[in-house]
């Protein structure tokens, strides 16, 4: 609420000492941002005190990622895990933390970031037909038009080809589940992919 980096960082630093990096993003900061994001519909903050905490917590994403790149080097190469979010999404942190996570566990990624549309994934199939997508829907594509997204998605992308997509965020609940293409995985929550596609718990 003060905007107090400096005590974010503090606090931060006491958490890391005890814990590593993927149990604090999963269980402390989610539950924080989740907080935030009822503050900030009941009104209680506003739209800038989330921005501020979700760039601290990009942050230290992007330090920890750092880390494990420099460090690591990928030894599971089958799958490629390929993060992105679809066209207009711009809400990356939590595959930013996946794709810390799948480095961490030795797997090969490819991160694309934010907003990008399906075609524009298909340059990959040059590069590898075992791909496994990974992307989170917190806004695009909206309820009217995300079961059709993922038609669209198998075709290109899916259909003839050994590659899957797994997605997550707010927009899954709008999923027909019992209509979704096959190789295509739809979570309600992270750990639910991590358990059930890396074969561990966090």
């Known amino acids: 609420v003060n905007f107090d980096s400096v005590l974010f960082d503090a606090t931060y630093d006491e958490l890391i000492s005890k814990n590593n990096f993927s149990f604090i993003y999963l269980h402390i900061f989610i539950p924080l941002m989740n907080e935030l994001g009822i503050l900030w519909q009941t009104g209680a903050i506003s739209p800038s005190h989330e921005h501020f905490i979700t760039n601290l917590v990009k942050q230290k994403v992007h330090v920890q990622t750092e880390i494990i790149q420099r460090s690591n080097t990928p030894v599971k190469n089958n799958p490629t895990f390929v ?14 933390f996946l794709n810390y996570f799948l480095l961490s566990k030795g797997y090969k990624t490819i991160s694309f970031g ?19 997508f990974i992307t989170y829907v917190t806004v695009e ?36 589940k019992s209509q979704a293409p096959a190789g295509i995985n739809v979570y309600d929550k992270i750990e639910f992919f991590i358990e059930e596609q890396l074969n561990t718990t966090v």
């Open 83 to 96: 993060l992105y979010l679809p066209a207009n999404e711009i809400h990356e942190l939590s595959i930013l």
């Open 114 to 132: 934010q907003s990008i549309p399906t075609a524009s994934l298909k340059t990959l199939l040059s590069y590898s037909t075992s791909l496994h």
């Open 141 to 176: 594509p909206n309820k009217d038009e995300i079961n059709d997204y993922l038609q669209v998605f198998y075709r290109e992308l899916i259909y003839q080809y050994d590659n899957q997509l797994s997605i997550f965020g707010p927009q899954v609940i709008n999923i027909d």
